[in-house]
């Protein structure tokens, strides 16, 4: 019994000074979502996105893993079936050395085919050039799931749940979806560590939660030596 689940979202980047985009003061309060972050509006305005994605790599490829990437990735170093699934774009849970990400809604460090979703290739630096193309010949775009597109990844990271042992949630607020329903795949058995100040509406998880309020930087470190100190 040591397989750990950990999914986590923006409140463990935001540790590392990246803007969350629903916050009070995210980004979602600069920029309309209809501008940026839907298919219609790459259509629209396919420079304003590059533009705005490119603002985001660049923050991204400023900041640095914080305490709570780093445990986490101690964790799966010491217990190799520990797999991570995350919300977030940035790159800062492989920068710690976790391997084998599951990014639910895309990664900033990368481009994709405008015609296939799952068709991506690296980007190096922070910088798209609008009008650059994929191998098959469509226009690239930023590799981000905009809103109401499908989420490719999300059948792979409801089977990885299905077979935790123990999930472990980290820096989400349970509002966005399908990401948060990934907790009705976990076992009925499975318990759930939820490490975020907030408090979200736990509903049927209420008592298998075991909720840490603090921040993932202070929360995490100590669950993951916890943990360790378990199945060690």
Known sequence: MNKIVVFTGAGISAESGLGTFRDSDGLWEKYRVEDICTHEAWERNPQLCVD??????????????????????????????????????DD???RADCTDVIHLHGEITKLRSSVNETATVPLQGWEQHYGDRHPDGSLLRPYIVFFNEGVPYFPVACEIASTADILVVVGTSL??????????????????????PGQPEFGIYRNRITHIRQKATIGVPPLVEQLLHSYL
């Not at 893993?65 to 991570?84: E, G, K, V, Y």
């Not at 509002?175 to 499975?190: E, G, I, M």
């Open 92 to 94: 800062l849970h492989e």
């Open 52 to 89: 705005f994605y490119n603002a985001r790599r660049r923050d991204a490829l400023n900041a640095q893993p914080n305490a709570a990437h780093l445990a986490i990735a101690r964790l799966q170093q010491a217990l190799p079936q520990t797999r991570i699934i995350t919300q977030n774009i």
């Open 175 to 196: 509002n966005v979806y399908p990401a948060a329903s990934l907790l009705q795949y976990a076992p009925s058995d499975c318990p759930i560590y939820f490490v975020d």
